[in-house]
């Protein structure tokens, strides 16, 4: 059973530093999307790839956040200072093309807290 | 800004009981509408989704019912079961961006 894979489930750090968060896509699948999911804004998109070319970026906070992907196989988010407000759960999804012709499939998620 | 707006945050029904979900949207560029089911400790899953050409789409106990022109759609669960009990999101999607906008979800208690 194909899965996105994302590490570490669970992050706790201090404000300042640095965090990355990891994403296996499911093998095929040609686009990636981090959200960023609280209690107050629900599921919000950071950023998304087609083909490991960044798309969008806009959801962002740009001067502390950024996303990669140096390969098919891995995803990356950074955030570089944290800040407590960055406490969250993050998820990464994957997909086939377009919404229409697959639906996204979700990671479990990596809960991150900064204290 | 919202763009997906989702109502209520929160509901508790009885087991059988008919909780409907309601969500409404302003950018009628958006073409597709999904929604996704989400356990505690899991990502989100689709459980249905519709495109605006349609009234109606039922898969199951699960119905999404869409009026195009109050640019609203709701779901509906048939004969609700603890089992339910989750958080719901509606989302749409636009098909020239390729972003799936989330609304804020909807947390669903079934209780026996």
């Known amino acids: 059973d194909a899965r996105v894979t994302q590490t570490p489930r669970h992050k706790v750090t201090e404000m300042g530093q640095e965090v990355t968060m990891r994403c296996q896509p499911i093998?095929?699948?040609?686009?990636v999307f981090w959200y960023r999911q609280t209690m107050m804004q629900g599921l919000e998109l950071l950023a998304y790839?087609?083909?490991?070319?960044?798309?969008?970026d806009s959801g962002m906070p740009k001067d502390r956040f950024s996303a990669e992907m140096p390969d098919a196989t891995l995803a990356t988010l950074k955030i570089q200072p944290s800040e407590p407000r960055d406490s969250a759960v993050y998820f990464c999804?994957?997909?086939?093309?377009?919404?229409?012709?697959?639906?996204?499939?979700f990671g479990n998620g990596t809960r991150l807290t900064v204290t | 800004q919202q763009q997906v707006k989702q109502s209520p945050q929160s509901l508790i029904v009885q087991k059988g009981g008919i909780p409907i979900i309601n969500c409404a949207y302003e950018?009628?560029?958006?073409?597709?509408f999904p929604w996704y089911q989400q356990f505690p400790g899991k990502g989100p899953a689709l459980l249905i989704a519709?495109?605006?050409?349609?009234s109606e789409k039922k898969e199951g106990r699960f119905t999404i019912s869409f009026n195009k022109s109050a640019k609203q759609f709701s779901l509906h669960i048939m004969d609700s079961q603890p089992g339910d009990s989750a958080t719901y999101f509606c989302?749409?999607?636009?098909?020239?961006?390729?972003?799936?906008?989330f609304g804020t979800g909807t947390r669903l208690q079934v209780f026996p």
């Open positions: 999804a994957s997909g086939r093309g377009t919404a229409y012709n697959s639906p996204l499939h």
């Open positions: 093998l095929g699948h040609n686009t």
């Open positions: 790839f087609r083909n490991r070319a960044p798309l969008d």
């Open positions: 950018n009628t560029a958006f073409d597709y």
């Open positions: 519709i495109r605006p050409d349609v």
């Open positions: 989302a749409a999607y636009q098909d020239n961006t390729d972003k799936l906008i």
